[in-house]
């Protein structure tokens, strides 16, 4: 080989600081035994590099059929235990037109808690009668249209309730609705500030007063008890309580109640903050969660209910447990440092605006191949120029080269709705179809369109015309 090939030889390799490790076969760190094995290639067969070409890095990348799956899996674990079931896809967990219109052709309803989501459903082509309509603030003109539109609408507090009621006077028209209801199940922290309590009787003269409505129906019952609930004893519980107090409420007054909506969070597969076993050995399958909540609401059906004419309709608002596995967040190194106590930590180009749920979750990061060299404790930082820009805490790494392609799992749930325009433009989102081509479904923002919405008075429009001259000390000359 000669001289000049030598050289060039070694200027492509990649330095590798040495280090002295001792040999301890069979053990189990505090990492794991196996720190860092997966990596990821490519989504549904489309390689990353190719996305990261023509889309641009960082880059959301939505799975079409991974999407579809969990959908279809998670109706037929609930229809097949029991016959009376309805989904709602909840729009604040990722309201993206194409995600939203993926669930509606499966058959999930729109679950939505804003006038803003209200009308973004009704603009997707989903009927106002598959709408189901919570959330504390509901304006007098969205509940006009909902009313005329015959949206499931969910009442969360008394003055909801008497305006309700006045709309319904004046429209002189029966107007159905459910109440939401809170209370203690004894394995969660009770969401008191939603709904009405039961405990303190709030709630039964809550339907006491719609029974003695002129118009007003009470024809349903909802609580969501909690967000991410990996103990299913908590969703029996809640069933529990719900039918006895419809089994009180029917007995009562002349309400006749046709549906109960537990409402969501069933867990997804991501990994908590601070937890010690791995997902897959706490957090209950679909098909587990399944189980216990149709196992106990037909138990309450064949005891308290047996005199019903027809079964209660069950109404599941899940949002995260459909669509977390089914986005990743491609992001790429942009700078390696080491940090002062002697840490290796790279900065990435996606930080906390794009992924909020780092604050409680320790997402799986997987790079796009097999990486060389000794893993270290790695931090992973944002590009964001604040402190607590952390995407991960602490990883096992091998060395990172600058442009080296990062895959982050599991990504699809809040991040497009809580995500941020902070510092740092916000990027395409794309979405891989069963067939395997890519269409963007959310286009990277630019200046144009972040100063789409400003308005600058004339008289600001020309920032240094008027403005006195100041001579810098440094550029005056010495007397």
């Not at 989903?126 to 709408?131: L, S, T």
Request: aromatic letters at 8%; hydrophobic letters at 40%.
């Amino acid at each position: 080989m000669s001289k000049k090939n030598l050289q060039d030889d070694q200027q492509n390799v990649l330095w590798i600081k040495p280090s002295i490790h001792p040999l301890k076969s069979g053990t189990i760190n505090k990492f794991g035994s196996r720190p860092f094995t997966d990596i990821q290639s490519d989504v549904d067969g489309v390689p990353v590099h190719e996305l990261i070409e023509k889309y641009g890095s960082p880059l959301f990348v939505i799975s079409e059929k991974q999407q579809r799956g969990n959908s279809r899996r998670i109706q037929r674990a609930f229809s097949s235990r029991y016959p009376h079931v309805q989904f709602g896809w909840s729009y604040k967990t990722n309201y993206l037109n194409a995600v939203c219109n993926v669930f509606h052709q499966e058959g999930l309803w729109a679950e939505v808690v804003s006038e803003f989501e209200y009308k973004k459903a009704r603009n997707l082509g989903v009927p106002g009668h598959k709408i189901i309509f919570n959330g504390p603030h509901k304006s007098r003109e969205i509940l006009n249209q909902a009313i005329d539109e015959g949206a499931l609408l969910h009442i969360d507090h008394l003055d909801e309730l008497l305006l309700i009621d006045d709309i319904a006077n004046e429209k002189k028209k029966p107007v159905p609705v459910a109440i939401r209801l809170n209370f203690d199940t004894g394995y969660t922290e009770n969401w008191g500030r939603f709904g009405f309590n039961i405990e303190s009787g709030q709630a039964f003269d809550a339907a006491a007063h719609i029974s003695n409505s002129k118009y007003m129906n009470l024809i349903g019952l909802h609580s969501h008890i909690g967000t991410f609930i990996t103990d299913g004893r908590a969703y029996v519980s809640q069933i529990e309580i719900m039918c006895q107090f419809m089994d009180e409420v029917e007995s009562k007054t002349n309400c006749s109640i046709d549906y109960i909506d537990i409402g969501g969070g069933l867990a997804s597969m991501n990994s908590l903050q601070g937890a010690y076993l791995p997902p897959e050995q706490y957090i209950p399958t679909i098909e587990e969660y399944a189980a216990l909540i149709c196992d106990a609401l037909l138990k309450e059906m064949k005891t308290r209910c047996a005199n019903r004419e027809k079964d209660l309709l069950l109404i599941l608002e899940t949002g995260r447990a459909m669509i977390d596995d089914a986005e990743v967040l491609i992001t790429s190194v942009i700078a390696n440092k080491q940090l002062p106590d002697g840490r290796r930590a790279s900065i990435m180009d996606a930080g906390l605006n794009l992924l909020f749920t780092s604050f409680w979750y320790d997402h799986k990061i997987v790079p796009t191949r097999e990486l060389t060299g000794v893993a270290e404790e790695t931090v992973l930082y944002g590009p964001l120029c604040m402190n607590i820009d952390v995407v991960r805490k602490s990883i096992q790494l091998p060395p990172l080269k600058l442009g080296e392609p990062m895959v982050i799992k599991q990504v699809g749930a809040y991040n497009n709705t809580q995500w941020m325009q902070f510092i740092e433009y916000r990027p395409n989102v794309v979405m891989v179809h069963e067939d395997q081509t890519v269409s963007v479904v959310r286009e990277a923002e630019n200046l144009q369109s972040m100063n789409s919405l400003d308005r600058l008075p004339d008289h600001l429009s020309n920032p240094f015309s008027d403005a006195p001259t100041i001579v810098s000390a440094l550029e005056e000359k010495p007397a």
